[in-house]
């Protein structure tokens, strides 16, 4: 099973960017959907971008115009994009292989990366 590792994580004003990478043990070449969760303090952890094995690429309605999911299959590597941070964003961020419907994870839960905004 590929273990995934998060980071690139940090304290960033309203307004600011960040980017986030997640590291994977082994080959996602032929994973077909990776995804991007965040999990905010007292609330339940949610998908808020996927991407398929063809670039294609779906977003929360929350993150839709400003963050960017994208992977390096050679490098075994997924990324997230975060613009126009907003102090909602913060929370912990992990990335998995979700199921299709999106309900299940194929994966272990890396130790995420903890993404602060400040008003």
């Known amino acids: 099973q590929v273990q995934l590792v998060e980071s690139g994580g940090g304290l960033v004003q309203a307004g600011g960017s960040l980017r986030l990478s997640c590291a994977a043990s082994g080959s996602i070449s032929s994973i077909n959907a990776m995804g991007w969760y965040r999990q905010a303090p007292g609330k339940k952890r949610d998908l808020v971008a996927r991407?398929?094995?063809?670039?294609?690429?779906n977003y929360a309605d929350s993150v839709k115009g400003r963050f960017t999911i994208s992977r390096d299959n050679a490098k075994n590597t997924v990324y997230l994009q975060m613009n126009s941070l907003k102090s909602e964003d913060t929370a912990v961020y992990y990335c998995n292989v979700p199921s299709a419907d999106g309900r299940f994870v194929y994966a272990s839960w890396g130790p995420g990366t903890q993404v602060t905004v400040s008003a």
């Open positions: 991407i398929t094995k063809d670039g294609s690429t």
